[in-house]
């Protein structure tokens, strides 16, 4: 459901007034949060910051150490580089290790149960790994599933490494993920996770929606 004017004014204020009132170095994790939680929600986000903090007569020393940790968010996600590969059988220790450790996951091939193997998710040509150096920085497991006639993408599992999270390596294996299902024209991909993770608002931040108020599953439409 999308805020009201009155949400939004509220959710804008408290976050000018906190960010004032908190430690200089916790500043950065702050932005960081609000702007997962409310970044798609909030239409021209960051000049809606600016004007709350106008509004709210904040120090103009505050806003300026804003302003410079929003460039800098900007221009991190802006600069990083990777490589964005099909899976391959042959990454299949680093994916294993990658998920396990950020997720402590085992990749299962199906909706949610059956356990699967690399091999099997590159076979499928739905999967991708981002690369930085020689090294496996995220993977995203996907497959093509059939429902009632119609194709859809099932992400099964999505990982990027601690590290590097935050510089844009998600969104670029996810932008992949979208150019593949628009080629072979499908247009639903659709993911599982729970309100609770950050993830949740990373994914409505790209346009997943919930299918219904019950479910953990996110749906996205892929316009052709």
Request: aromatic share 14%; with cysteine.
């Amino acid at each position: 459901m999308a805020l009201s004017n009155l949400q939004k004014n509220l959710a804008l204020v408290s976050f000018a007034r906190a960010f004032a009132a908190c430690d200089e170095e916790k500043r950065r994790d702050y932005y960081h949060e609000f702007k997962l939680a409310f970044g798609s929600e909030i239409k021209d986000f960051d000049n809606e910051i600016h004007d709350v903090f106008i509004k709210e007569n904040i120090p103009e020393k505050i806003v300026f150490d804003w302003q410079h940790i929003k460039d800098d968010e900007r221009n991190n996600e802006d600069n990083f580089t990777c490589e964005i590969l099909c899976l391959n059988p042959s990454y299949e220790n680093e994916v294993e290790k990658l998920l396990w450790k950020e997720l402590r996951l085992i990749p299962c091939f199906g909706r949610i149960e059956d356990v699967g193997t690399v091999k099997d998710f590159a076979e499928e040509g739905f999967s991708f790994i981002a690369k930085k150096d020689d090294e496996v920085i995220g993977v995203i497991l996907a497959q093509k599933v059939m429902e009632y006639g119609f194709y859809y993408i099932f992400v099964n599992a999505f990982a990027v490494k601690n590290s590097a999270q935050g510089k844009g390596v998600g969104k670029k294996l996810m932008n992949n993920l979208f150019s593949i299902a628009k080629e072979n024209h499908i247009m639903r991909i659709d993911l599982g996770t729970e309100k609770r993770f950050k993830a949740y608002d990373i994914y409505r931040k790209w346009g997943f929606k919930e299918q219904d108020p019950e479910t953990v599953f996110l749906s996205k439409r892929v316009n052709r």
